[in-house]
């Protein structure tokens, strides 16, 4: 990519995360967001088709790095005080732009799109459990409540947070995943 598509592309994206900082996706016009970052809106069109798709492109770039700094996936069945920490690290990882992209009505989108690709990826590892429909609740039980427990109460001893949470997790995990009867 040509260098100052690149800039023009970097000084649109600053200039939304900047913006989104302050107010809520909705509230933010390309107007506004070509203002601030120095372009005209023919140019944002030329990157974007509007605030939305530039709010998602985001967003799914920042889940991908979550995910991707998740060292082992499957640890969350395998190990689950070691998956459920390296979940809360990856999380923490990527911390200031996911409470710029995900706050507000936002905030559901990330837990829903993280869980999405945790299950394929632990189901890769254990297709024993896909498609058992109990294996699914307990993923969305482990995943959106260990991540929405912990987006709750990070701002007071995240450590004891992890350590409570990771016994949850294990508690949870020896008791209810068993794997799927063969017929």
């Known amino acids: 990519m040509d260098l100052r598509v690149q800039r023009t ?5 600053n200039a939304f995360l900047e913006l989104r900082s302050k ?8 107007k506004e967001l ?9 140019t944002f069109y030329q990157h974007f088709s ?5 709010s998602e ?15 082992h996936v499957n640890n969350l069945m395998e ?15 990527q911390n200031s732009l996911v409470d710029i992209l995900f706050s507000g009505n936002r905030q559901p989108h990330l837990i829903a799109k993280l869980e999405q690709k945790i299950k394929a990826d632990i189901y890769s590892g254990h297709p024993e459990y896909e498609g058992s429909l ?46 799927p009867a063969q017929i």
């Open 134 to 179: 109990e294996t699914e609740v307990f993923l969305t039980v482990l995943i959106q409540g260990n991540a929405s427990a912990f987006s709750m109460y990070k701002n007071q001893d995240p450590q004891r947070v992890i350590e409570i949470l990771g016994k949850i997790t294990e508690c949870l995990t020896r008791e209810c995943l068993q794997p």
């Open 9 to 13: 592309r970097r000084s649109i994206i």
């Open 57 to 71: 492109i985001l967003e799914d770039e920042v889940i991908e790095a979550i995910f991707n700094s998740i060292p």
């Open 79 to 93: 190990n689950p005080r070691q998956g459920c920490r390296d979940l809360f690290e990856a999380l923490t990882s």
């Open 50 to 54: 509007d605030i939305y798709e530039l």
């Open 23 to 30: 107010k809520p996706l909705e509230k933010i016009t390309v």
């Open 34 to 42: 070509s203002e601030k970052a120095l372009v005209n809106k023919a």
